[in-house]
């Protein structure tokens, strides 16, 4: 089966062409990261208008570049949710439209779920069960995978994400958007422990992660009276290392409350440098494995719908034929 994937959630474009004999063929994104630079963050209105403009060149080279043509597909998989309505609409009507004209169905697929299985595009995939850490700018979560479709919610934040902590910190010390990429790298260049953070809920007995404190604690460290700007890479460090040590101690006790010795590691923050080395170290000395998916899969693509989505139709999904959608910005 050859399936098309469209992502039109945030400020990505992506179309992934994927084979469920072959794997992935081809894929291709365009960020919108330049276009919403001068406004220090997303603006949905110029996202939706982006997406209009992108979606159907990028189908064409994606398509040229796994030597298919459209004819050659068997069905289309878009994101329906959750993201921002106006850029899901794009998606959604541009698959919809396309199937419809084909005569192949078009299925909806969850945004996360797509996060979820992107580890599985990579040469060496993870096996089921596993537990997975989903970490991105919307979401939080650790979910137990016994397979496509079947996630057992174990534990989420209860305040911010924990990218939308990175982007939110990484404002109040005045780094561009997106300041995810940025803290990290103003990060490296400081030491950690000099300042000192909380670690929230770190011994909450629950599998939760609740990131909003962190955010206020770093506001408050900037207007002491002895802050100094030239000591901000410390506190950016600091605040790297509370969140990547709460991420990996909650991830770990997932791991002994549901038995299973596989981590898997997705969302956009999954591309922080400390994360992967912190949980690469805990998996040597406490024998479990983690599975990252590749960095150009970390972020929001077109390829890890179109995986979802093959692998939901080769379960029997029939998806719709009829052109009629709707999106779940709050899916
Ligand atoms: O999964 P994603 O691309 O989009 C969704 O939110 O669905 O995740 C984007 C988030 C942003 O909050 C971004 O700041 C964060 O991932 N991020 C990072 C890094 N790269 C991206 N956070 C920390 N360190 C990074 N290296
Ligand atoms: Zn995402």
Redesign the pocket.
């Known amino acids: 089966m050859l399936i098309l994937g469209i992502e039109s959630s945030c400020d990505e474009t992506g179309v992934g062409v994927y084979d469920t004999g072959r794997g992935l063929l081809a894929h291709r994104v365009h960020s919108q990261i330049a276009l919403h630079a001068e406004y220090g963050g997303v603006v949905p209105e110029l996202a939706s208008r982006d997406h209009v403009r992108r979606i159907v060149p990028l189908v064409r080279e994606a398509l040229a570049a796994s030597g298919h043509e459209a004819a050659d597909l068997h069905g289309v998989g878009y994101t329906a949710g959750p993201g921002l309505a106006g850029a899901l609409l794009v998606g959604a009507a541009f698959a919809e439209a396309f199937a419809f004209g084909l005569g192949i169905p078009a299925l909806p697929v969850h945004?996360l779920e797509g996060?979820l299985l992107s580890p599985l595009l990579s040469r060496d995939p993870p096996r089921f069960p596993f537990i997975a850490l989903l970490v991105?700018g919307g979401h939080t979560q650790l979910m137990r995978v016994t397979g496509v479709g079947a996630y057992e919610l174990l534990g989420e934040t209860v305040d911010d994400a924990a990218g939308e902590a990175f982007d939110k910190t990484a404002k109040l010390l005045g780094l561009d958007y997106p300041g995810g990429p940025a803290l990290a790298a103003l990060a490296a260049e400081g030491t950690a422990g000099r300042f000192k953070l909380p670690r929230p809920m770190l011994h909450s007995g629950d599998l939760n992660f609740s990131f909003s404190g962190l955010k206020t604690a770093v506001l408050t460290a900037t207007r002491a009276p002895e802050w100094q700007a030239e000591r901000r890479a410390d506190l950016a460090a600091e605040f790297q290392e509370a969140v990547t040590e709460v991420l990996v101690a909650k991830s770990i006790a997932a791991m002994k409350s549901a038995g299973v010795n596989t981590l898997v590691v997705a969302?956009?923050v999954g591309a922080n440098r400390r994360l992967r080395q912190r949980l690469n170290e805990s998996a040597a000395r406490r024998k479990f494995r983690v599975h990252y998916p590749e960095l150009e899969f970390c972020s929001?693509n077109g390829a890890m719908i179109a995986l979802a989505a093959a692998l939901r139709f080769e379960q029997g999904a029939k998806g719709s034929r009829e052109g009629r959608f709707a999106v779940r910005p709050r899916w």
Do not use: C, L, W
């Open positions: 945004h996060h991105s969302g956009g929001d």
